[in-house]
């Protein structure tokens, strides 16, 4: 298991983790997303409003950072005060080493610390099985737009009162 360390977001970090976001979507989601859609998620055209919103919305929720050994940026995972994870991605060099298992048990170290009852998610397809792999259950298959693309997603939630 690759040893990270979580850090709290700082606005430095802004550009990182939107290429972060980029590239992991690029190299990871193409299996189950069509390049029309991959470039709609991505909203490269839409870049700097993306730069500004993010920094604004990772400043005002809960976001962390895990950075390896070489103190590089590894993922990231952001959520809000109604426990909601509204992003929650890894690189896609460092996918299946152990990082989003650490992260998520962060998460819900810090959850547990707020006595909260659950935590919800829109999860894509590619990211179900690891999901559910954490005791995420499906709630409903969701249809939607963005970027002028429809994209199937899922509501997945898990239960913190069980183990």
């Not at 979580?6 to 190299?27: A, V």
């Not at 896609?92 to 707020?114: P, T, V």
């Amino acid at each position: 298991m690759e040893e990270i360390q979580i850090e709290k977001f700082q606005k430095k970090d802004i550009c990182k983790i939107i290429e972060l976001f980029y590239r992991t979507i690029e190299s990871v989601n193409n299996q189950d997303y069509t390049k029309d859609q991959i470039l709609a998620w991505q909203g490269k055209e839409h870049e700097a409003k993306r730069k500004r919103e993010w920094s604004d919305k990772l400043r005002s929720s809960q976001t962390y950072l895990a950075r390896n050994s070489k103190n590089q940026l590894v993922g990231f995972l952001e959520f809000t005060q109604l426990n909601e994870l509204n992003l929650f991605f890894v690189h896609h060099d460092y996918q299946r080493k152990g990082i989003g298992k650490q992260l998520f048990l962060f998460l819900m170290k810090e959850l547990k610390k707020k006595s909260s009852e659950k935590i919800t998610a829109n999860v894509s397809i590619t990211a179900r099985p690891f999901f559910e792999s954490l005791g995420f259950i499906s709630i409903k298959e969701q249809v939607v737009q963005l970027n002028g693309q429809e994209f199937i997603n899922y509501k997945m939630e898990k239960s913190l009162n069980k183990h």
